[in-house]
């Protein structure tokens, strides 16, 4: 099982997922942004951070970064991809995924923990979940708040395409629950082959019981599961 962690100028969570999949028995390598093509690998990973200080739009200028063209080659073939918090934007920004993420509905970045419910378990990154989880994970981001036109909100409801969306500790999905103003509460939607995963919470912060939480944990032992 071999995963690759694409670094930008300004990422400061590749790291971070590089602990989490090495942890987890993954072999990772590490890619720099201006290479043209991938190493042999299951899994490519867009980390979170502040790829070229968010200048112009989070996420826009890594688009354009020479290994996108090899990560845009790897997902058309079927390689699993995961875009957490600026790699989510990258994924918008590639059009690897639908919507746009807007600044956070009050204009303040935000770090805090949330609770999501788990929408969709047919899927290589949350097949071990029971549908509707409720699971910890934290955020921090300045544009996360998630937007699309009705059309394509009914298109994603209506193929199983919503992962994650922001609930209470009880499971609710309400207005009070939704910390950046995302629209339905989506915190992560998938492609329609199941193989993209955009999500803003970072699971990789949440791998070690004695520092936060095991919630992330689950996230990557499944990973592994399917990767085997």
Known sequence: MNSSVIVFPGSNCDRDVSVALTKFKIKNQMVWHDEATLPKTDLVVLPGGFSYGDYLRSG???????????????????GLVLGVCNGFQILIETGLLPGVLLR??????????????????????????KKKDVIELPIAHNEGNYFANDYLIKKLEDNNLIVFKYCNKEGSIEDSANPNGALSNIAGIFN?????????????RMIDKYLSSNDGSFFFENLIENLK
């Open 104 to 129: 956070n509905k009050k204009l303040k970045f935000l770090s805090q923990n949330v609770h999501l419910k788990v929408l969709n378990t047919d899927n290589s990154f949350c097949s071990d979940y």
């Open 60 to 78: 826009c200028i890594a688009s354009k970064s020479k290994i996108i063209n090899d990560v845009i080659k790897h997902a058309k073939n079927g």
């Open 192 to 204: 329609k082959n199941k193989n993209i995963l955009g999500m803003m919470p970072h699971p990789e």
